[in-house]
């Protein structure tokens, strides 16, 4: 039997959320498992509808954390288990480590959770939490570094990017949303993400702007919500660009898929911000999965899901000009088509049923 052990975890929306769902069902072919989440709006539909057993944990955060971290003792004093895994250090920070001797335990890092200054009370946290874990599980090689770098000195820090759960076949119903959507659009760029500062969508915008001499039937269109939405919105009609540009707040699963699978381009340069940046990015391979190439930042994970040159590009996202020049490399001569086979190739290292036995065999 396994554990898991998450704040992230679906019906909620992320990066991580579906990096924890996938590694919950990949586990599934190789025993039970059991996982302890924190509880959303409409959670219980989700979990009805899984095949995880899944035991919500809500509550105020203080009060919450101590809670769920009690459930995992009493579990793992109760169970026999092959292995136990923690989403963030914050998750295994409570764990008496007389208790997690009795499994193996894993705990994930991501970038942006771990990034505090070295010497600061997060950072010294992070660090007696993390070395609780037999493993630590880096989603990228940036990720290893930045752990390294912010002063943890174990060498069992392990690299293993993050699996994906696409290409999922689209219906009809998505195909018909996204033809309405793009009409005879060329060329048809997306973006999927929180609307946050570090994905660089102000940006996107006003290289948009410069490529419609070019490109005057571009089409952009933008899937996802955040903070930025206001400011996105408003920079969207300063620069005249209402009819060029959707923004999606809400999408059906199929509605995003459809949009993805009849793009061109798959463009989020992300960059970094305050303390986040970019960890990995499941969503370029996400992209790749249907034979889209990807457009990413350079200051974060993003070169270990997208090879520069080959299955799309890698760009300074604070520089227009980079942007834009990595945007018109992109469609001469068709150069598109052939990094998005490169793309489709590539992304099938990441199907779950791969990245999983990495797992298994650390086990």
């Known amino acids: 039997m396994f554990l898991i052990s998450t704040r992230n975890f679906p019906p909620d929306i992320g990066g991580i959320q579906n990096l924890m769902e996938g590694l919950s069902i990949a586990l599934l072919n190789h025993g039970p498992v059991k996982v302890f989440a924190d509880n959303f709006e409409n959670s219980e539909n989700y979990d009805q509808n899984s095949r995880l057993n ?4 809500s509550g105020f ?8 971290a009690n459930l995992v003792k009493e579990f793992i004093n109760s169970n026999e288990l092959r292995a136990a895994f923690f989403d963030h250090w914050k998750s295994i920070e409570n764990i ?7 499994t193996k335990t894993f705990c994930l890092i991501h970038s942006k959770e771990i990034n505090h200054p070295l010497g600061s009370t997060l950072n010294k946290r992070m660090l007696v939490a993390l ?6 599980i880096a989603n990228s090689n940036f990720s290893k570094s930045l752990a390294i770098k912010l002063g943890y000195k174990k060498k069992n820090i392990k690299i293993i990017n993050p699996g994906c759960n696409y290409p999922i076949e689209v219906n009809h119903k998505g195909k018909e949303f996204a033809k309405i959507i793009y009409g005879d659009s060329f060329p048809k760029l997306i973006t999927i993400s929180r609307l946050d500062g570090r994905k660089s969508h102000q940006n996107i915008l006003m290289t948009i702007k410069n490529l419609l001499p070019k490109f005057p039937k571009l089409k952009y269109v933008s899937i996802g919500d955040g903070n930025e939405k206001n400011n996105l919105i408003k920079l969207t009609k300063e620069l005249g660009l209402s009819d060029k540009v959707n923004f999606i707040y809400q999408s059906t699963e199929q509605e995003k898929l459809g949009l993805l699978e009849k793009s061109d ?3 989020m340069p992300s960059i970094v911000y305050k303390k986040s940046v970019e960890g990995f990015g ?3 391979i996400e992209a790749a999965s249907y034979g889209k190439p990807s457009i990413g930042g350079v200051f974060g994970g993003e070169a270990d899901a997208i090879l520069e040159g080959k299955t799309g590009y890698l760009c300074d996202g604070n520089d227009l000009n980079s942007l834009y020049e990595t945007l018109l490399k992109i469609f001469e001569n068709d150069h598109y088509k052939k990094l998005g086979t490169n793309a489709l190739e590539f992304s099938k290292n990441f199907n779950w049923n791969k990245i999983i036995k990495k797992y298994i065999e650390l086990i």
Do not use: G, H, M, P
């Open 54 to 57: 899944i035991q919500r944990v």
């Open 61 to 68: 955060k203080i009060f919450k954390k101590y809670r769920k």
């Open 96 to 102: 008496d480590t007389s208790i997690l001797e009795k």
């Open 131 to 136: 070395n609780k874990a037999d493993f630590v």
């Open 265 to 267: 381009v798959f463009v």
């Open 282 to 284: 499941i969503t370029y």
